[in-house]
């Protein structure tokens, strides 16, 4: 029987850090002047991230009384997620032990910049790919895009064992800051962080590999939840739209969906041994766990993620994976993930 493994994953983010402390620093110039500094400080506290990766911050992009329009944000987006890309599909390459050269395609995943060529041909003539590598770029997707990333490798390598499938998400969330009092882009300032991972999908025949197997992929469009949450694109960079519902649309949802899409597959939730489910935030996370009825160090993988580096957008699941692979933790895993929409994008990997 064909399936498709994960083979390795490789994950970089930018070398400039943003620590708490000094995130609200930054936060402070970028606020309007009647935006509280004290619930400035409430939101820090609340997303429970101690540090993310901002390129934004090296060479400074954002200063006292300025706000960057959307070209100069692009420009920050093609330097920073080529450089990311390249360090984490090199570490993946790596990881796999391939040659460049065995690559048959490149699946990119990007919502935060846009440019052509792009992020794939960048990797081709970095990497030293071959010239007639198969291309397809994701865009716009949002957050749950690695799903559709993985769902698109895994087709490719079922419907050819010899595919070697390089998977890239490189996301630079911190070119999109808002110069904004309204709660929910403030909120959205406070969670979001750079990253890139990458991921070698690879076909071959079941019992010859340990390696993780991507199983199936499964997806869902929430009726009437298209106001929770958009991702659109404004004269001064790209603009987020967050509900306040969406921890509760989560709760109420997400548990059938899941339970529905996993029997499928003759399982229940019970017989999973490790979630990674994107962290939108923390109350995302405990949303979801809570809807699913499972206990609370469930997320915890998900939680160190956040914690060290915010949410990557896109790349966030891969480096959730990532954990759950160098952890050994047992499988089967589910992966979930959420996106505008109001989408819920799902992996299962055995």
Not at 156 to 164: F, N, S
Not at 229 to 252: C, K
Request: hydrophobic share 50%; charged share 15%.
């Amino acid at each position: 029987m064909t399936t498709a493994r994960i083979m390795s994953i490789g994950t970089a983010t930018p070398s400039a850090r943003l620590p708490r402390d000094a995130w609200l620093t930054l936060a402070g110039q970028i606020a309007p002047p009647d935006v509280s500094r004290a619930l400035l400080a409430r939101l820090a506290d609340r997303s429970e991230i101690d540090g993310r990766a901002a390129a934004a911050v090296d060479p400074p992009l954002y200063g006292a009384g300025t706000v960057p329009g959307t070209a100069a944000r692009m420009q920050l987006w093609s330097r920073t997620a080529r450089a990311m890309a390249y360090d984490a599909c090199a570490a993946a390459i790596a990881d796999a032990q391939i040659e460049p050269h065995a690559i048959t395609h490149v699946i990119t995943a990007s919502c935060t910049g846009f440019e052509s060529p792009g992020v794939d041909a960048h990797l081709i003539e970095s990497l030293g790919l071959a010239r007639g590598v198969a291309r397809t770029n994701i865009g716009f997707m949002g957050c749950h895009a690695a799903v559709n990333a993985l769902a698109a490798a895994r087709n490719a390598a079922i419907a050819d064992p010899a595919a070697r499938v390089l998977v890239c998400c490189a996301e630079v969330c911190s070119a999109h800051f808002h110069h904004s009092a309204r709660i929910d882009q403030l909120v959205a300032n406070t969670l979001f962080g750079d990253g890139a991972a990458a991921a070698i999908v690879c076909g071959g025949t079941h019992g010859q590999d340990a390696a993780p197997a991507l199983a199936a992929t499964h997806s869902v469009l929430l009726a009437e939840t298209a106001d929770e949450m958009r991702w659109t694109i404004g004269d001064h960079g790209f603009e987020m739209t967050l509900g306040a519902r969406v921890p509760d649309v989560l709760r109420a949802e997400v548990g059938a969906w899941v339970a529905s899409s996993l029997a499928t597959h003759g399982l229940s939730i019970g017989d999973i041994g490790a979630w990674a489910i994107h962290p939108g935030g923390p109350r995302v996370i405990d949303s979801v766990v809570a809807s699913l009825g499972l206990p609370a160090e469930a997320g915890e993988a998900s939680r160190a993620v956040l914690r060290a580096h915010g949410n990557m957008s896109s790349a966030t699941l891969l480096f959730i994976l990532d954990r759950l692979r160098k952890s050994c933790a047992p499988r089967p895993w589910v992966g979930l993930a959420f996106g505008p929409g109001l989408v819920g994008e799902m992996v299962l990997v055995r």
